[in-house]
């Protein structure tokens, strides 16, 4: 027995609904994988910038060492 008008009507907002929930979870999905990838960047940024800092007090202190500050007055 064929569908009626209003069945198949019904059926096809049922599909469109069912497809925004889809969407939704896609949406809440991608915004997590966001924030969780913002994280990491911002995590990866700060290591990033303590590991430089080291770099730059670790080349200080042996251009220090390698520097006296008042030359010996005599030779070994």
Request: charged share 25%; aromatic share 2%; glycine share 2%.
């Amino acid at each position: 027995m064929p569908a009626s008008m209003t069945e198949m009507v019904e059926a096809h907002l049922l599909n469109v609904q069912r497809e925004l929930e889809t969407l939704k979870t896609r949406v809440s999905d991608a915004n997590a994988e966001q924030a969780r990838l913002q994280a990491y960047l911002e995590e990866g940024k700060a290591t990033l910038q303590v590991a430089q800092e080291n770099e730059a007090h670790q080349a200080q202190a042996r251009a220090t060492v390698m520097t006296p500050e008042a030359p010996l007055s005599k030779p070994f």
